[in-house]
Every structure is written in C-alpha cells, then in structure tokens.
C-alpha cells in the first residue's frame, strides 16, 4: 500500500524514507498534487526490467508490421545481412 505524504515531511527526511519498503513507495505531494515518488531499490530494478521489455516489444511488433507490409526475407539473406554488418564495422 503506497504512502502519501505531503514534501514538507521531508524536513524530517528520516521519518519518511522509514516508510519506504519494497511494493510500498511513498508519495509526495505538493499543494495537494502528487508531485514526486519515493520507491525501494528493487522496486526501481523490477521498473527498468519493465520499461526495457515494453521497449523491446514494441520494437518487435515494428519489425512484424515491416514484415508483414514489405515481406519477410529467408534465413540467409538475414544471416548475410549480419554479416556484412560486422564486416563493415571492423
């Protein structure tokens, strides 16, 4: 369950990260708004873990609508594709 508090708790920063814990963040507020978020650690690995599977998926679902609108290629254009790619890079 998330904690909401108000910023002018962080006078008594202690008091607040205290409240902290994994699946739990705390919320501040600024004139009653939520202004800023306050999150464990392994919450903010699980977040980056989450915002980097969405990218990845929707770089996917990019290559399948390619795929679909200007024609899939066979293995071995694909494997020569990559290839030359590592040749120019050298």
Known sequence: ???????????????????????SPVYLTRNGHGAYSIRDMKDEEHFQKAEAMI?????????IRSAEEEGWISEEEMREHFHRRREEAK
């Open 1 to 23: 369950m998330p904690v909401i508090a108000p910023v002018s708790e962080l006078r008594n920063y202690g008091n607040v990260l205290e409240k902290v814990k994994a699946g």
């Open 55 to 63: 990218q990845l998926f929707c770089e996917l679902n990019a290559g």
